[in-house]
């Protein structure tokens, strides 16, 4: 006899719990919560795959069809309708017009993991953007491949000539992963195997070669010490200098933010749990305090490192004095609107932004904004100043970015309008500045989206130079090289991706292995040396030796 099938309330609660959180949708992921009291729930420690209450809802769907069409007579077998689940299915040959078509089985698996900064995919295409990272997954080749000279495929128009909106967007294609590693001397790829759960931030220490600290979804921080240079051996493991298990006994207590002050002696750990934390290089810790009432998005220390900013759910951004190690003020500028990102200006005034789909530039010295900047029409999940600080990026889940003037930011004079970055199909999750313009040459962005493309833009003109097309998931993460020659792209479908600036050609590329999103990168430099490390989700860090990589070096 086969055994019974158990289904418990608790257990559907958890699913909706995980499902919610996976949507961006957290007061109702901490209502049901509460009113359920998983709290108490043997199960809500568990780990929940991303996207599991749509997987099982698919798979429900798929039995409802095998029901429907048992009989095998011509209707059911030619039967053009498609499933719902929310619509009574009757076999037609006519295709049914509903706007409520499903996806394929295969693409319906949504997953997702809590990050201020990452971004999430929901079950429909217009659904909105969430501020958990996720990504769905058909790949079923678990192998792990480097790929250094990219297969010729149509790539999408350049618009050098052209305005923004008039970008063909390339059509979805599969990546095709040659079965070995190529491209790359031995040596080239690492990992780091200590997490048991998703990796979801990544930190070099500015000062100190090769010291990494990386975050993972069970509230444990590793710090480790990575070896460089021709002479390290390549093949043995390497393992945590230290770790910081368990910070917290919260049953949702994702690691969210790690950021090091300028000179390294510090790190801000940023959780969901509340709380921010400030742990020296050595791993002890320096301060911590819960002052916040909701999860913290990001923690950013100042230029000098005198003050460290956060921004959180809890609708407020907070800034705290490092040396006296207590708050310094509490900011509630965002109404009832989550707090998402904070970026420092300089020493004295930061920006802050939120789902309330403005920028505000706040200073030290007054509880209102200098300025508040409007113009998005959708979250805005991210703010970078450029290295001299004299602009403002910002992107939002509208598909647009937005470069603001801050030149005159003390002035009671209004700021000039923004250049308006226009071209992306969907979300954006992230911005970056190229930290290096040449003489003549106009600052250049890049921009990563859930539409599966990353973009680099003249952020004087507005005009997008080039679309990055060859990523089949969400792009979650991009970044530049320390030197500006490299662009750097990581998404949902596994695929590392670096292209060179000047050419805005794919140089190399690395594909991760099977359920294995790219949620982070971080590329640092020390002299001569560079490194490159990823937050997987395959509950590892992955390093990248850019060294060991000969189409890197001949750019």
Same mark, same amino acid.
């Given at each position: 006899?086969?055994?019974?099938?158990?289904? =418990?309330?608790?257990?559907?609660?958890?699913?909706?719990?995980?499902?919610?959180?996976?949507?961006?949708?957290?007061?109702?992921?901490?209502?049901?919560?509460?009113?359920?009291?998983?709290?108490?729930?043997?199960?809500?420690?568990?780990?929940?795959?991303?996207?599991?209450? #749509?997987?099982?809802?698919?798979?429900?769907?798929?039995?409802?069809?095998?029901?429907?069409?048992?009989?095998?007579?011509?209707?059911?077998?030619?039967?053009?309708?498609?499933?719902?689940?929310?619509?009574?299915?009757?076999?037609?040959?006519?295709?049914?017009?509903?706007? %409520?078509?499903?996806?394929?089985?295969?693409?319906? +698996?949504?997953?997702?993991?809590?990050?201020?900064? *990452? +971004?999430?995919?929901?079950?429909?295409?217009?659904?909105?953007?969430?501020?958990?990272?996720? +990504?769905?997954?058909?790949?079923?080749?678990?192998?792990?491949?480097?790929?250094?000279?990219?297969?010729?495929?149509?790539?999408?128009?350049?618009?050098?000539? @052209?305005?923004?909106?008039?970008?063909?967007?390339?059509?979805?294609?599969?990546?095709?992963?040659?079965?070995?590693?190529?491209?790359? *001397?031995?040596?080239?790829?690492?990992?780091?195997?200590?997490?048991?759960?998703?990796? /979801?931030?990544?930190?070099?220490?500015?000062?100190?070669?090769?010291?990494?600290?990386?975050?993972?979804?069970?509230?444990?921080? %590793?710090?480790?010490?990575?070896?460089?240079?021709?002479?390290?051996?390549?093949?043995?493991? #390497?393992?945590?200098?230290?770790?910081?298990?368990?910070?917290?006994?919260?049953?949702?207590?994702?690691?969210?933010?790690?950021?090091?002050?300028?000179?390294?002696?510090?790190?801000?750990?940023?959780?969901?749990?509340?709380?921010?934390?400030?742990?020296?290089?050595?791993?002890?810790?320096?301060? +911590?305090?819960?002052?916040?009432?909701?999860?913290? /998005?990001?923690?950013?220390?100042?230029?000098?490192?005198?003050?460290?900013?956060?921004?959180?759910?809890?609708?407020?951004?907070?800034?705290?004095?490092?040396?006296?190690?207590?708050?310094?003020?509490?900011?509630?500028?965002?109404?009832?609107?989550?707090?998402?990102?904070?970026?420092?200006?300089?020493?004295? =005034?930061?920006?802050?932004?939120?789902?309330?789909?403005?920028?505000?530039?706040?200073?030290?010295?007054?509880?209102?904004?200098?300025?508040?900047?409007?113009? &998005?029409?959708?979250?805005? %999940?991210?703010?970078?100043?450029?290295?001299?600080?004299?602009?403002?990026?910002?992107?939002?889940? @509208?598909?647009?970015?937005?470069?603001?003037?801050?030149?005159?930011?003390?002035?009671?004079?209004?700021?000039?309008?923004?250049? #308006?970055?226009?071209?992306?199909?969907?979300?954006?999750?992230?911005?970056?500045?190229?930290?290096?313009?040449?003489?003549?040459?106009?600052?250049?962005?890049?921009?990563?989206?859930?539409?599966?493309?990353?973009?680099?833009? @003249?952020?004087?003109?507005?005009?997008?130079?080039?679309? /990055?097309?060859? &990523?089949?998931?969400?792009?979650?993460?991009?970044?530049?090289?320390?030197?500006?020659?490299?662009?750097?792209?990581?998404?949902?479908?596994?695929?590392?991706?670096?292209?060179?600036?000047?050419?805005?050609?794919?140089?190399?590329?690395?594909?991760?292995?099977?359920?294995?999103?790219? /949620?982070?990168?971080?590329?640092?430099?020390?002299?001569?040396?560079?490194?490159?490390?990823?937050?997987?989700?395959?509950?590892?860090?992955?390093?990248?030796?850019?060294?060991?990589?000969?189409?890197?070096?001949?750019?």
């Amino acid at each position: 006899m086969p055994a019974p099938l158990l289904i =418990t309330a608790d257990q559907v609660n958890c699913l909706i719990h995980a499902y919610f959180l996976d949507s961006g949708f957290q007061h109702s992921a901490f209502a049901i919560r509460m009113e359920g009291r998983l709290d108490q729930s043997p199960h809500i420690k568990k780990h929940i795959p991303r996207g599991e209450l #749509i997987e099982l809802l698919s798979k429900a769907l798929l039995y409802s069809e095998v029901e429907a069409h048992w009989k095998g007579d011509e209707l059911s077998t030619n039967c053009s309708v498609p499933f719902s689940l929310l619509d009574p299915h009757a076999c037609s040959l006519q295709p049914h017009s509903s706007t %409520n078509n499903i996806r394929e089985p295969s693409a319906a +698996k949504v997953n997702g993991d809590t990050a201020g900064k *990452r +971004k999430a995919t929901t079950p429909s295409e217009d659904a909105r953007a969430e501020k958990r990272a996720r +990504k769905e997954q058909d790949e079923k080749d678990a192998q792990m491949n480097v790929d250094g000279a990219p297969t010729p495929k149509p790539k999408p128009k350049d618009a050098k000539s @052209d305005p923004p909106q008039a970008l063909q967007e390339p059509p979805t294609k599969k990546l095709k992963h040659k079965p070995s590693v190529v491209g790359a *001397r031995p040596g080239a790829v690492r990992f780091l195997l200590a997490h048991k759960t998703e990796v /979801f931030v990544v930190a070099w220490n500015p000062a100190t070669k090769g010291q990494l600290v990386s975050g993972s979804r069970d509230a444990v921080v %590793n710090y480790w010490a990575v070896p460089s240079g021709p002479n390290n051996d390549h093949t043995a493991p #390497i393992q945590p200098t230290l770790t910081l298990p368990d910070l917290t006994l919260d049953s949702q207590a994702d690691l969210t933010a790690l950021n090091w002050n300028h000179d390294g002696s510090l790190v801000a750990i940023g959780s969901y749990d509340f709380i921010l934390r400030i742990c020296t290089a050595s791993g002890e810790t320096y301060f +911590k305090d819960s002052h916040h009432k909701g999860p913290i /998005f990001a923690a950013q220390f100042s230029p000098s490192g005198q003050w460290i900013a956060t921004a959180s759910l809890d609708c407020t951004s907070c800034v705290w004095d490092v040396k006296q190690k207590r708050i310094h003020r509490q900011y509630r500028n965002h109404g009832d609107a989550c707090c998402l990102d904070v970026e420092w200006l300089d020493d004295s =005034t930061f920006a802050s932004c939120g789902a309330d789909k403005v920028v505000h530039i706040l200073s030290l010295t007054a509880t209102g904004p200098l300025h508040t900047l409007e113009g &998005h029409a959708g979250e805005i %999940n991210s703010v970078k100043c450029n290295p001299s600080r004299t602009r403002l990026a910002s992107c939002a889940d @509208d598909g647009t970015a937005r470069i603001w003037n801050i030149e005159n930011v003390h002035s009671e004079k209004a700021l000039p309008p923004p250049v #308006i970055l226009s071209g992306h199909q969907q979300c954006l999750t992230s911005i970056e500045w190229c930290p290096v313009t040449g003489p003549g040459e106009p600052e250049l962005v890049a921009t990563a989206s859930f539409d599966a493309t990353a973009r680099l833009w @003249d952020t004087v003109t507005g005009a997008c130079t080039k679309v /990055f097309a060859d &990523h089949t998931k969400h792009v979650y993460a991009v970044t530049f090289s320390p030197d500006g020659r490299h662009l750097v792209t990581g998404g949902g479908d596994g695929s590392l991706i670096v292209y060179e600036v000047k050419s805005k050609e794919k140089k190399w590329s690395w594909y991760t292995g099977e359920k294995s999103g790219i /949620f982070e990168i971080d590329w640092q430099s020390w002299g001569n040396t560079s490194l490159i490390a990823l937050a997987l989700e395959r509950q590892m860090v992955a390093i990248v030796d850019p060294g060991k990589v000969p189409a890197l070096q001949s750019s």
